[in-house]
Nanobody
């Protein structure tokens, strides 16, 4: 089992930056890929970006490409999501997820095995 915990959410203004963290614990050696998703009220959960845990390759959804960077610290088992130039449409609960599936750029939520509880990001106009 892998346990995930997000932190770093909060209330920010349009144009601000925010860095979310996702700490992984447990059987982290089984992780191949990790990802960020978000869900706004009344909307489906949507893919934000993903990182290959050991190699570090990243892939982003068009909505966040150019405004976000995913990174990880393997020694601390932490994944980060740096978000810049935030907009009100970015308001959502952000979730991190981990997958044991060994292929690059896992973008479907169903392909992730473990999920965090989420952290709220609110962007005011």
């Amino acid at each position: 089992q892998v346990q995930l915990g997000e932190s770093g959410g909060g209330l920010v203004q349009t144009g601000d930056s925010l860095r979310l963290s996702c700490a992984a614990s447990g059987h982290t050696d089984s992780i191949f890929g990790m990802g960020w998703f978000r869900q706004a009220p009344g909307k489906e959960r949507e893919f934000v970006g993903t990182i290959v845990w050991r190699a570090g390759n990243t892939y982003y959804d068009d909505s966040m490409r150019g405004r976000s960077t995913i990174s990880r610290d393997n020694s601390k088992n932490i994944m980060y999501l740096q978000m810049n130039d935030l907009k009100p449409d970015d308001t959502a609960t952000y979730y991190c997820a981990a997958s044991r599936r060994q292929f690059y750029y896992i973008i479907r939520a169903d392909d992730y095995d473990y999920w965090g509880q989420g952290t709220q990001v609110t962007v005011s106009s």
